[in-house]
């Protein structure tokens, strides 16, 4: 099912629901040429802030981005405004930690990236959600 196909409604979600923030514009992030091969760059985002589409409530979580660069790295101060962007924008945890993903692969294409969200407990449940490129990384489901 394409992203834009109609899904069935359940518990009160629907197609627009679930994919809020999906095309949202957010800030571009910029790169610079990579200097070396062969090393790992991790960045920490700990004060990761988003809203919940459905309930209007503010998320918090911890992000973090591993990557091993190729041509290009992240410019930081570019990926922090890009970050920023994600603060009063509806959208899922996990289409938020995917859109990161995608949106870092496309600025820098890397060798292989993972970011990793760790969000704050809700109602006694705690998620961490990992999406990996390329998307092939983990393997056949």
């Keep these: 099912m394409s992203k834009r196909e109609k899904a069935p409604l359940i518990y009160g979600y629907n197609p627009d629901l679930s994919l809020s923030g999906a095309d949202a514009p957010l800030p571009p992030i910029e790169t610079w040429p990579n200097q070396y091969k ?3 760059i991790k960045i ?3 004060e990761f802030t988003s809203v919940c589409p ?3 409530l503010p998320d918090f979580g911890a992000i973090t981005v591993r990557y091993l660069p190729n041509k290009e ?5 570019s990926f922090k405004y890009y970050m920023l962007g994600y603060r009063n924008m509806g959208i899922f945890y996990e289409n938020g930690v995917n859109r990161i993903c ?3 692969a496309k600025a820098c294409k890397p060798v292989w990236l993972e970011v990793v969200g760790e969000f704050t407990p809700r109602g006694g449940m705690k998620s961490t959600i990992t999406a990996r490129w390329p998307r092939k990384a983990f393997g056949p489901r």
């Design 73 to 77: 790295c992240l410019e930081l101060k």
């Design 38 to 40: 062969g090393y790992e």
């Design 102 to 104: 995608d949106d870092i």
């Design 44 to 46: 920490e985002v700990p």
């Design 54 to 56: 459905k309930t209007k």
